[in-house]
């Protein structure tokens, strides 16, 4: 990843990402200990731009001229005494991963990391995050991964998006399917695997 210079303060992309960082974090590191055990060798930290690829893959972007024009941006939220994730690369919130960027097939990603303040709790700072989306013209596509696992999230997750606008295309990663939404579904586990490096072969 590299520094992103360009971003304007307060401007947002077609397409976003926004992800309880811890969360992911733990779920990486369970199919981590699972899938070593299970396939007898040693599996290395996820590549987060792989990773947030795959979730923009599976939110229905696609590749267009190379990317050439098209922009992801990638939240990550995370407890104000987490400084990184264990169980990706990059890892540390302050020096790699805030205000980096990288480019692939389809466009730029932009990274932004926002520890979660004393005031408030990761699960409502992550719902103020998406309220603000679903209001931002702007954005068309939004791809949420929370820890729908934890009592209630669920519920207000669903709630917060029973009215979103139309032209918006939320998609919800989980690891396993959730009970009715109006909005798209998608199984987290799959965008892991491949950040992972573990083949279809492998568990197939």
């Known amino acids: 990843m590299e520094k992103n210079d360009n971003r304007q303060p307060g401007s947002w ?24 055990r299970m396939l007898g060798r040693r599996i290395p930290p996820a590549d987060l731009a792989r990773w947030a690829e795959c979730v923009a893959l599976d939110g ?42 990288f480019r692939g097939p389809l466009g730029e990603f932009v990274v932004n990391a926002y520890p979660v303040e004393d005031v408030t709790t990761k699960d409502d700072f992550l719902l103020d995050v998406l309220s603000t989306m679903l209001a931002v013209e702007e954005v068309k596509r939004i791809m949420v991964v929370s820890n729908v696992e934890r009592q209630g999230m669920f519920d207000r997750l669903r709630h917060s998006l029973r009215d979103a606008p139309e032209g918006k295309t939320v998609t919800v990663f989980a690891m396993q399917p959730l009970p009715g939404g109006a909005f798209r579904q998608e199984i987290l586990g799959y965008s892991l695997l491949q950040a992972l490096g573990i083949r279809a072969e492998e568990i197939g």
């Open 13 to 36: 992309s077609q397409n976003v990402i926004i992800a309880d960082a811890d969360y992911i974090d733990q779920v990486a590191f369970n199919l981590i200990v699972n899938f070593e």
């Open 60 to 101: 229905g972007l696609r590749a267009t001229n190379d990317g050439e024009g098209q922009q992801t941006q990638v939240v990550l939220i995370h407890e104000k005494k987490s400084t990184q994730m264990h169980n990706f690369l990059p890892t540390h919130y302050d020096s790699e991963l805030h205000e980096q960027a």
